[in-house]
């Protein structure tokens, strides 16, 4: 079955951190390109980061959060972390986990290169 799974969302005051992780089964991680979608309270669904297996590890972050968040893989584990520094109010959004059908990792800011999401996990940030 295949199936992503969040966890590690909460609620922290600005300018704190959180790590989300999500864990992989059904398919073979190894050679997918995962990452991080968000969507905030009646706005749309936006690319946040995202992390290829190709040599080099190639990574991408959205403009609003590349410098505070990184993104991670750990494949003997079957899993992705995104490591968020820094949160700010704006940060507040449901995340959900996402495993794209591109080798690229700047492509999986395009949805129609998203093969499968996660159920998401809820980020709030307090002023």
């Known amino acids: 079955q295949l199936q992503l799974l969040e966890s590690g969302g909460g609620v922290v005051q600005a300018g704190g951190s959180l790590r989300l992780s999500c864990t992989v089964s059904?398919?073979?991680?190894?050679?997918?390109?995962v990452g991080w979608f968000r969507q905030a309270p009646g706005k749309e669904r936006e690319f946040v980061a995202a992390?290829?297996?190709?040599?080099?590890?190639?990574?991408y972050f959205a403009d609003d959060v590349r410098g505070r968040f990184t993104i991670s893989r750990d494949d003997a584990k079957n899993a992705v972390y995104l490591q968020m520094n820094n949160l700010q109010p704006t940060d507040t959004a449901v995340y959900f986990c996402?495993?794209?059908?591109?080798?690229?990792?700047?492509?999986?800011?395009?949805?129609?290169?998203?093969?499968?999401w996660g159920q998401g996990t809820q980020v709030t940030i307090s002023a």
């Open positions: 996402v495993a794209g059908t591109t080798r690229a990792a700047h492509a999986m800011t395009d949805p129609s290169n998203i093969k499968l």
């Open positions: 059904g398919f073979t991680f190894s050679q997918t390109t």
């Open positions: 992390t290829t297996w190709r040599s080099g590890r190639g990574v």
